[in-house]
């Protein structure tokens, strides 16, 4: 248990679809994250949450959608995704964005574009 | 942006030996993390350091926060089968607040 729950484990969804994922923290932090990893690169961070509010969107593009309704949930808004989009997305939280602070994630989204 | 350099980007040892590996980066880190990751799954924070020249030790793992701030070390000792996955460094440069991550160093564990 890690405190960090995604939801689902696993998404196939087509490139007209539209899907949502969800990630919910239980550890009482301000921050939240949404991160990419696809195969052999590194981790890529695409949006950054502090008190519900966005402080970081690392040129990401539209089609990603975040949202952000309190400081415990987390959604990823899919719209439109291509097939090179496919890769295991990942929700980090933390107390807040102090130098010092430390990330804890969820189990990730395996999603793939057919 | 910032990038950590991880090596190796691959380890093949057979269960029982020790493992090193390590992260450098052009610029001064705050905070070093280092975390695991078992396939399919997300990572998982191992150790956290601090402060420059800060040795933690987290059962047979030690990490290292390198007394440049530029650099930090993973041990592992007396490897075991379940030890398998990715590690990944992280930090916080003193000049941002974005968690940088290292490429990962891909671990396995021969019986």
């Known amino acids: 248990e890690t405190g960090v729950t995604q939801t689902p484990r696993h998404l196939v969804m087509g490139m007209t679809n539209k899907k949502s994922l969800k990630c919910e923290q239980h550890?009482?932090?301000?921050?939240m994250y949404w991160y990419k990893q696809s195969a052999k690169k590194p981790l890529e961070l695409m949006f950054v949450y502090n008190f519900k509010e966005q402080t970081e969107n690392n040129s990401v593009p539209s089609r990603f959608s975040p949202e952000c309704p309190n400081s415990s949930h987390l959604f990823l808004h899919l719209h439109t995704l291509q097939p090179e989009d496919s890769a295991l997305y990942l929700c980090?939280?933390?107390?807040?964005?102090?130098?010092?602070?430390?990330?804890?994630f969820g189990q990730g989204t395996r999603l793939t574009v057919v | 942006g910032q990038q950590l350099n991880q090596s190796p980007q691959s380890m093949f040892i057979q269960e029982g030996e020790d493992v090193s590996m390590n992260c450098t980066s052009s610029s001064i880190f705050n905070t070093w993390l280092w975390y695991k990751q078992d396939p399919g799954e997300g990572p998982v924070l191992l150790i956290a350091?601090?402060?420059?020249?800060e040795l933690t030790s987290n059962g047979r793992l030690t990490a290292q926060f390198g007394i440049t701030r530029k650099d930090s070390f993973l041990n592992i000792s007396a490897s075991i089968p379940s030890d398998v996955g990715i590690y990944f460094c992280a930090g916080f440069e003193t000049s941002g607040s974005r968690l940088t991550f290292g490429e990962g160093t891909q671990l396995t564990v021969n019986p």
């Open positions: 980090a939280s933390s107390q807040g964005l102090r130098r010092d602070t430390e990330a804890f």
């Open positions: 350091l601090y402060k420059a020249g």
């Open positions: 550890l009482g932090h301000n921050a």
